[in-house]
Structures are given as C-alpha cells and as structure tokens.
C-alpha cells in the first residue's frame, strides 16, 4: 500500500513539474479547437525563438557579431545593437514557414513584415520587440523580449495593416521574456498570468508560477530619475512625495522587461512619462505598453498614459509611442492623482487669467 502512494506522489510531482507551455495554453482554453492549437502552436514558436535568442545572449562574448553597434538607426530614430538584428530575424525566420501568421509588426521595422506568397499563411499577427534593453547586453545585465498576439480583421488587401490601429482589449494573448539568471517567459491568454522557466536540460519552458497576481500596493517605483527636470510638475510632485515617505524603494535596471517583472512579483510602480518637449513619451504602444498592459490587468494590476487606461488606447499609426504608468493598483492610483491635480490647478490659473 505505501509503495502505491509512494507511486502516486511521484507521477502527481512529474505531472506538475512537466507542465510545458503549448500543453498549458490547451489546458487554459479546455478546448483542442483549431483556434487553440493555433494559440499553442504560436505560443511554441515563441518558446523556440526565446530559445535561440537566450542561446546567443549566454554565448555573446564569444560570438562574433554579438556585441555592439551595427552602425545604422532604426525607424525609431535609435542606434541599432547587433542582438536587435539577430533577435528580429530570428522572430521572422521562426514564423516565415509555420503557416500560423500572415504578418509581423516590429519596432524594428518600419513596415509591417507580410509571409511572403509561397509561404503557407495563418490568420493571425505577431507583434514584438526582439530585445528590449539592448543597451544592456554589452554588459551582461537582463533583457527581455515583449509580444503581443492579435487575429486579422478583414483582408487587408492595401497592405497597411490598418486593422492593428485598435486598441489593446483586441489583443488575444500577450507576454514577455526575461533572459536573466534564468530565461523565463511570462503570458496570458486571458485566463490568468503564468510564468515557465526554461530548464536547459530539456529544452523545455516548465510552469514555475501560475495564476500570479500583483499586490495592491508594493514598496518598489521604478523611474528613471536622471530624466527628473525634462518631466511635467506632477511627475516630479511624484518624485518629491516617495522621496519623503517611509515605505518607498527605487529599483531601475535600465531594461522594460525587467522592471515590469519585479513589479508584477513584488508590487509597486513603473513610470515612463513623456517629457516637456516630447510629452506622448518613448515606449510603443503596440510593441511594448499595450502588451504589458494586457499581463498586468489580467494579473490585478493596472497601467496608465496617466489619463487613460493604455488598454483603452487606440494608435493612429503602427509605430505611435505612449506614457506608461503601470503597476499595482492603488501606486498607478496614486500617480494619476499628482497628474490629475495638477492639471485642475493649471485649469484654476487659467480661469484666473482669462
């Protein structure tokens, strides 16, 4: 009898530890419809390409053409690295044949990639940012890569996937993967916010945290504060408040990924505001703020432009940028209030001088 049990525990322990990410997706939607297998199989080739790229990050003193600057500027008006080039064709070289897609959005690309003709073509479209944190790679700190999954709407038959211009509630999963100490790869479907670990000795992504859920509040902002005279009043009304208050801990690597990250684990808030001369802000809507929306809200959370839910946001090009407040609760709370009182103060003063 006690062998029986004994045997019992160990395959409910191999069940659970074995959990891969294309069986998880099936499990969350309880369903082997052709749109979950398409959900699963897109989740794998994500897994694949995460893989290939956290290969040559812990290989990227010793690769050729890991490290460093290509020389050209992106449609961002930024500085290329290497890992940027590499990590975006490994997306396009992972997804070309899969037949799972039609298109790819990336902030590297200033058009929208299409699956050539003679490649077999799916129904849906990728969007991303190969690396995130790219400055980070010459010296070995975390980056993170960043997806967004959404179905197409209509043909596009002029080709300017103008179908992407909504806003983020079309979004039918969304993630991010961390390549740290570990490789790790974040995403929902909807259903929950869950976390797989990849375990080099199988080659596989293992469920390590499922069902996370973001405190209301948490210790942590995340800002960076060398940009503190560029920004608006209330942003640094913000700063003042924290920096007075027990309680308060600043945390920034320099990289979207991470920072989100120990948000979602530990609670607090990450700020990216637009600044005087450039107040829509850095961050791209459809590649990076959106995404991570769609994580944190499913995960309790909550992100902002400061004025409205970024979720709520619709683009008007493929490429628009957005402030991003997002976080717990009550901390993305308790920045919109400065930003809210301050613009009811600048209100009093006009009435007061018209």
């Known amino acids: 009898m006690a062998d029986v049990k004994q045997s019992s525990v160990a395959e409910h322990a191999l ?55 290509t020389g050209e500027v992106n449609v ?15 997306f396009i070289s992972v997804f070309k044949q899969s037949g799972l897609v039609c298109r790819l959005a990336s902030e590297e690309m200033e058009e929208t990639y299409y ?81 797989f670990t990849l375990d080099p000795s ?24 060398g940009n503190f005279w560029q920004w608006e009043e209330s942003i640094r009304n913000y700063i003042r408040y924290v920096h007075r208050h027990e309680g308060y801990t600043a945390r920034y690597g320099g990289a979207l990924v991470g920072d989100i990250h120990r948000i979602l684990m530990q609670g607090g808030v990450f700020l990216y505001p637009g600044t005087v001369k450039k107040p829509e802000g850095k961050l791209r809507l459809l590649y990076e703020s959106a995404p991570l929306a769609f994580l944190m809200a499913q995960a309790g959370g909550r992100a902002s432009t400061g004025k409205q839910e970024i979720l709520d946001v619709v683009p008007d090009k493929i490429h628009a940028r957005t402030p991003l407040f997002i976080g717990s609760q009550e901390d993305v709370a308790l920045v919109e209030s400065f930003i809210q009182e301050r613009v009811e103060e600048m209100e009093v003063a006009a009435m007061a001088n018209s």
């Open 202 to 225: 199988l080659g596989e992504f293992i469920l390590s945290h499922e069902k996370i859920r973001i405190p209301e509040h948490g210790p942590i902002y995340s800002v960076n504060e």
């Open 15 to 69: 069940d659970r530890d074995c959990t891969t990410l294309s069986r998880h997706v099936l499990q969350q939607l309880q369903s082997y419809s052709p749109e979950a297998q398409d959900l699963s199989a897109i989740m794998n080739r994500i897994s694949l390409a995460a893989k290939l790229i956290s290969r040559r990050l812990t290989r990227a003193g010793l690769v050729e053409g890991a490290l460093g600057f």
């Open 76 to 90: 961002q008006g930024e500085s290329v690295k290497k890992m940027d080039i590499y990590a975006n064709d490994v």
């Open 115 to 195: 699956i050539p003709e003679n490649c077999p073509l799916g129904r849906y479209t990728l969007l991303y940012d190969p690396i995130d944190g790219s400055s980070n790679v010459d010296i070995n700190l975390n980056v993170g890569s960043i997806f967004s999954i959404r179905q197409q709407q209509g043909n596009d038959v002029d080709g300017e996937a103008k179908d992407l211009l909504q806003s983020g509630h079309q979004q039918l999963a969304a993630g991010y993967v961390l390549y740290g100490p570990s490789t790790v790869l974040v995403y929902s479907i909807g259903r929950g916010v869950h976390a």
